[in-house]
């Protein structure tokens, strides 16, 4: 049951429970998409089932996100951790991309996306490189929501890796040693130029972050559930930002 409001416009737009300020969207969320293969197996079907109809969830939760006026989405699908898991599983994964990317390039861009990526994509097969940069190019001039699809992608690493750059740029002369504060830093992270995510939701009913987002996540506002991820829609969305709306963000201070 969703209601939202728009505190400027005290306009209602629908009469249930649920109450959204449309002034108060976070500007960033960042989803740990987790649980499709505990949904596969309660059905007793194979894992990549789970990921298959984790892709609806997918395509609901960006179009939702669209509509919100969310500016960046972070979806975690890929982390550097899970090249351990079965080849096969490994495999079923980046062809899912693919086929994500093929079959929804056409509505994200109608509807304003830009797709990016964060992570070492270098490490993904050809055919996911190719259509995660072809995405990207064609849809970098679009002003709507950003849609960050991490792949290879760990917290731990973009650390190391900005270490890597700015050792770079320091030896090169391109910057000082008193020009590395907290700001210049984030300009090392995949995420330059964004803001922080105000919301990390992760469903599954797992509490952790694994490895996602470590340098962004210093003030961010966790929200879990114990729904699967193929099983994540709106609705659920919703609830988190709702809840998210309902928090005391004090960065430290006392107000
Ligand atoms: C998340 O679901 C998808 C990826 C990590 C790629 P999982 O595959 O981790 O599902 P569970 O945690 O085993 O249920
Ligand atoms: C985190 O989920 C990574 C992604 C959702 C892509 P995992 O299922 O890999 O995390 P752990 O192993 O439960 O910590
Ligand atoms: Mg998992």
Known sequence: MLRFFNTDKKKEYSDEDICID???????????????????????LPRTIGHKAGVEAIREVVKECSILKVKYLTLYAFSTENWKRPKDEVSALMKLLVEYLKKEFKELDYNNVIINYIGDISKLPDLCQKELIISHENTKNN???TLNLALNYGGRYEITRAFKLMYEDIKSGKISEEDINEETISNYM????????????R????????????WQCAYSEFWYSNIKWPDFRKEH?????????????RFGSVE
């Open 22 to 44: 449309l002034n108060n969207i976070p500007k960033h969320i960042a989803i740990i998409m987790d649980g499709n293969g505990r949904w596969a197996k309660e059905r007793n």
């Open 143 to 145: 002003t709507g929501l």
């Open 190 to 201: 995949y995420t330059k130029g964004m803001p922080d995510p105000d919301l990390i939701i």
């Open 203 to 214: 469903p599954s009913g797992e509490q952790r972050l694994s490895n996602f987002l470590l």
């Open 237 to 249: 969305l919703h609830k988190a930002i709702f809840d998210y709306q309902n928090r005391d963000r």
